[in-house]
C-alpha cells in the first residue's frame, strides 16, 4: 500500500514537471511568434518605407529632367543605368530579399541619381554661358555692322559733300548789249534794232577741289520767246544726255585759282533784229548750270 502511495507522488511529480515545460514551450512559443510577427510587420514597413523612397526618388529624376528639356538627352545613357537599378530595386523589394542589401542597392542609386544632377546642371551652366557668349558675339557683330554702316554712311556723305563742294561757280555775270561802230568799236545800247553783240563776262571762283586741266564754259542767251541765241545747227553741247544749243563758248586752263571771263555773241548778218523783250542768260559746264543773269531791250 505504501509502495503504491510512492508511485502514484512520482507520477504525479512527473506529470507537475511536464506540465510546468509545456507551459514554458507555451509561454517560449508565444513570444516567438509575437516577435516573428513583430519582425514581419518592420520588415514590411522598412519596405514600404523604400518603396516610397524609390518612387520619391524616380519621381524627382523626372522632375529634374523635364526642367532641363533636351538637355537631359546628352545623358541618356546615365538614365538608362538609373531605370535598371532601379527595376532592381522594386524585383528586390517584391521578392524576399535581404533589406540591408536593399538599402545598400537604394543608397547606390541615390548616388547616381545626385551625379546625374550636378552633371546635368553642369551642362546647363556651361550652355548658358555659351549662349550668353554666343549671344554678345551676335551683339559685338551687330554693332561692328551698324558702325561699318554707319563709316559708310558717314564716307558717302563726305564724297557727296566732296562732290557737292568739286563744282565750279559762276559769279558776277554781266550780259551787256552792244551795237558794233566800224572795226574794234562798239558802244552800249538797250534797243533791240541796234544791238548786234552781246558781251558776257563771268567770274569762276577758286575751288582746290576740282581737278586742274581745261574746262569749256557755254553761254546760252534765251530770247524772250526762249529761242536760244546761236550761230548754227553746229552749236551744240552734250549736257545729262541732251543736246543743247549754246551761243558763244569759252575754253580756260583752270588750276584752282579764280578767273576772268569774257565772251561774245555776234548776230549773224542774215539775222533779222532782236525783239524786244527779257533775255535770259544761263553758263554751263558739261555737268552743271553755273551762273545765271538777264538783261532787257527795249
Not at 84 to 103: C, D, F, H, M
Not at 221 to 227: E, L
Not at 247 to 265: H, K
Not at 271 to 283: D, F, T, W
Request: charged letters at 30%.
Amino acid at each position: 500500500m505504501e509502495e503504491k502511495s510512492v508511485n502514484t507522488l512520482g507520477y504525479k511529480i512527473t506529470i507537475g514537471v511536464l506540465v510546468v515545460i509545456i507551459g514554458v514551450l507555451s509561454y517560449m512559443l508565444m513570444n516567438q511568434k509575437k516577435e516573428v510577427v513583430l519582425v514581419t510587420q518592420t520588415s514590411n514597413t522598412e519596405k514600404l518605407s523604400m518603396q516610397n523612397e524609390l518612387d520619391s526618388l524616380l519621381s524627382e529624376h523626372e522632375r529634374v529632367k523635364a526642367a532641363y528639356g533636351t538637355l537631359s538627352d546628352s545623358l541618356m545613357e546615365k538614365d538608362s543605368i538609373i531605370r535598371l537599378k532601379a527595376n532592381e530595386i522594386k524585383k528586390l523589394l517584391g521578392a524576399k530579399s535581404e533589406l540591408s542589401v536593399v538599402r545598400q542597392k537604394l543608397a547606390q542609386l541615390q548616388m547616381i541619381t545626385k551625379g546625374y544632377e550636378r552633371q546635368i546642371d553642369s551642362l546647363y551652366t556651361v550652355n548658358r554661358q555659351l549662349r550668353q557668349e554666343n549671344e554678345k558675339i551676335k551683339i559685338d557683330y551687330n554693332l561692328e555692322q551698324q558702325k561699318s554702316a554707319d563709316l559708310s554712311k558717314d564716307k558717302e556723305q563726305l564724297n557727296q559733300k566732296i562732290s557737292g563742294a568739286a563744282v565750279l561757280k559762276a559769279y558776277k555775270v554781266s550780259a551787256t548789249p552792244f551795237k558794233s561802230k566800224g572795226v574794234d568799236k562798239e558802244k552800249l545800247t538797250d534797243k533791240a534794232s541796234r544791238t548786234d553783240k552781246i558781251k558776257v563776262c563771268f567770274t569762276i571762283g577758286e575751288n582746290k577741289l576740282v581737278s586742274s586741266g581745261y574746262q569749256r564754259f557755254f553761254v546760252r542767251i534765251a530770247r524772250p520767246d526762249n529761242t536760244i541765241l546761236t550761230r548754227g545747227p553746229a552749236y551744240t553741247f552734250q549736257f545729262l544726255g541732251q543736246t543743247l544749243q549754246f551761243s558763244a563758248m569759252e575754253t580756260l586752263n583752270y588750276e584752282g585759282d579764280a578767273a576772268d571771263i569774257c565772251t561774245y555773241y555776234e548776230l549773224p548778218l542774215k539775222e533779222a533784229e532782236l525783239p524786244k523783250g527779257r533775255y535770259n542768260v544761263s553758263i554751263f559746264t558739261e555737268d552743271r548750270e553755273i551762273g545765271q543773269t538777264s538783261f532787257e531791250l527795249r
